[in-house]
Nanobody, 120 residues
């Protein structure tokens, strides 16, 4: 089973950019559907973006045009480029892997999360 470790979170200002990384070990991320989620205080965890084994991507409406998911097979890593950040993007961000075939379905393996804080 794959182990996932997120990095790249931090504190930024409104309008700034961040790039999150999700490093896989014990498994190859390209063999899974990979997703990025976030959970803000008092809110449910939500799927932001996903990438299929073939490279098809999915974005939830709130991040379309601002976030981009990609996969670096050479580094066994999945990236989330986040631009034009605003205070509503403040949350803990999680990377996850799915063995199934539905990007919006359940995910099987999760990282520990990385905090992103956006201040005005």
């Amino acid at each position: 089973q794959v182990q996932l470790v997120e990095s790249g979170g931090g504190s930024v200002q409104t309008g700034d950019s961040l790039r999150l990384s999700c490093a896989g070990s014990g498994g190859t991320v390209s063999k899974y559907i990979m997703g990025w989620f976030r959970q803000a205080p008092g809110k449910v965890r939500e799927l932001l973006a996903a990438i299929s084994r073939s490279g098809t991507t999915y974005y939830t409406d709130s991040v379309k045009g601002r976030f981009a998911i990609s996969r670096d097979n050479g580094k066994n890593t999945v990236l989330l480029q986040m631009n034009s950040l605003n205070t509503e993007d403040t949350a803990v961000y999680y990377c996850a892997a799915q063995t199934g075939a539905n990007m919006k379905g359940g995910y099987d393996y999760w990282g520990q999360g990385t905090q992103v804080t956006v201040s005005s």
